[in-house]
């Protein structure tokens, strides 16, 4: 039941996209598009038909000779528009090529650290009897499929964050996109280093940046201007417009108009685009609710800024 698309290009079986049984049971209209997102970087510019080269000799024929002349003069300059069409596709898919195996490399690097974390998180867990709240028998997973995945293993099992449904735009989008996989995994950790901040917060003087630099706990997020913010720049919290989008939801114990300003945000990826997603979230750790409530998940276009 589980698919992998081999696109064109010499590599590695397994570098090839895959998805799993279940995400192609479960959700087949997204396991289509997102192959249709993919297929479509490598779809060529398309020549004139065949039956072009047939009916341009006749043509030729029944015009003039100065259409003759310019007939043959555009053919000229479209071989030669060709040609160029063809290196800049072949400079393309080499591009393409090399986007693709750099994204597999990363995704086996994030693997691999993934499972590391998960290890010295068991050790710790056996060492202090503690552990995630979790069936028994079961636990999370290092790494998931897609955005739509973390955001429900989040709401099932992450007790100290909150995701509500009104938080989440656009995962439909993100999950089709070529990065999917790799955003997906990003926003898997992140909300997990929310969650454990959040459990930790009691005990812990500082605020989630303070926590990710000095915590020393497993599940952290990089405290780096490149990965995470605490507040939003002057200028874009001195625009009406942009602020307003930034008045996200929230457990209403927290605000009773079920709305609050949130500027701390993870930057899941640095590129992407406006589709480069992100996770706004407030710190009610010390509040009523004793939890990081996440107002936002989501391609960067719909929280713009002033370069935006």
């Given at each position: 039941?589980?698919?992998?698309?081999?696109?064109?290009?010499?590599?590695?079986?397994?570098?090839?996209?895959?998805?799993?049984?279940?995400?192609?049971?479960?959700?087949?209209?997204?396991?289509?598009?997102?192959?249709?997102?993919?297929?479509?970087?490598?779809?060529?510019?398309?020549?004139?038909?065949?039956?072009?080269?047939?009916?341009?000799?006749?043509?030729?024929?029944?015009?003039?000779?100065?259409?003759?002349?310019?007939?043959?003069?555009?053919?000229?300059?479209?071989?030669?528009?060709?040609?160029?069409?063809?290196?800049?596709?072949?400079?393309?898919?080499?591009?393409?090529?090399?986007?693709?195996?750099?994204?597999?490399?990363?995704?086996?690097?994030?693997?691999?650290?993934?499972?590391?974390?998960?290890?010295?998180?068991?050790?710790?867990?056996?060492?202090?009897?503690?552990?995630?709240?979790?069936?028994?028998?079961?636990?999370?997973?290092?790494?998931?499929?897609?955005?739509?995945?973390?955001?429900?293993?989040?709401?099932?099992?992450?007790?100290?964050?909150?995701?509500?449904?009104?938080?989440?735009?656009?995962l439909d989008t993100?999950?089709?996109?070529?990065?999917?996989?790799?955003?997906?995994?990003?926003?898997?950790?992140?909300?997990?280093?929310?969650?454990?901040?959040?459990?930790?917060?009691?005990?812990?003087?500082?605020?989630?940046?303070?926590?990710?630099?000095?915590?020393?706990?497993?599940?952290?997020?990089?405290a780096t201007t490149?990965?995470?913010?605490?507040?939003?720049?002057?200028?874009?919290?001195?625009?009406?417009?942009?602020?307003?989008?930034?008045?996200?939801?929230?457990?209403?114990?927290?605000?009773?108009?079920?709305?609050?300003?949130?500027?701390?945000?993870?930057?899941?990826?640095?590129?992407?685009?406006?589709?480069?997603?992100?996770?706004?979230?407030?710190?009610?750790?010390?509040?009523?609710?004793?939890?990081?409530?996440?107002g936002f998940v989501?391609?960067?276009?719909?929280?713009?800024?002033?370069?935006?």
């Amino acid at each position: 039941g589980a698919a992998r698309l081999y696109l064109p290009g010499d590599r590695a079986p397994w570098r090839h996209r895959y998805l799993t049984a279940e995400v192609v049971r479960r959700r087949p209209r997204e396991a289509g598009e997102r192959f249709a997102r993919l297929l479509a970087r490598f779809i060529p510019a398309r020549r004139a038909p065949g039956v072009y080269a047939t009916i341009r000799p006749l043509l030729r024929r029944v015009r003039a000779d100065t259409d003759a002349d310019l007939l043959e003069l555009a053919q000229i300059e479209i071989d030669e528009k060709n040609q160029r069409i063809d290196e800049l596709q072949r400079q393309l898919q080499e591009a393409d090529d090399r986007y693709v195996d750099v994204m597999a490399d990363q995704e086996e690097l994030e693997l691999e650290l993934a499972r590391e974390r998960h290890k010295v998180r068991d050790l710790l867990g056996r060492l202090d009897g503690g552990g995630d709240d979790l069936p028994p028998g079961w636990e999370l997973p290092v790494m998931v499929e897609s955005v739509s995945e973390a955001v429900e293993l989040a709401r099932r099992h992450l007790g100290h964050v909150v995701v509500p449904e009104e938080a989440c735009r656009d995962l439909d989008t993100l999950d089709a996109a070529l990065e999917s996989r790799q955003w997906a995994n990003g926003i898997w950790r992140g909300l997990r280093a929310l969650d454990a901040y959040a459990r930790d917060a009691a005990g812990f003087a500082g605020g989630f940046w303070e926590w990710c630099e000095h915590g020393g706990a497993v599940d952290t997020w990089p405290a780096t201007t490149k990965k995470l913010a605490m507040r939003e720049s002057e200028t874009v919290m001195s625009k009406e417009r942009l602020r307003r989008c930034r008045e996200l939801p929230v457990d209403r114990r927290v605000d009773p108009s079920g709305q609050i300003l949130m500027e701390a945000h993870l930057k899941i990826a640095e590129g992407g685009g406006d589709l480069a997603p992100r996770i706004y979230f407030y710190d009610d750790t010390k509040g009523p609710t004793g939890k990081v409530h996440v107002g936002f998940v989501g391609p960067h276009h719909h929280l713009p800024n002033t370069k935006a």
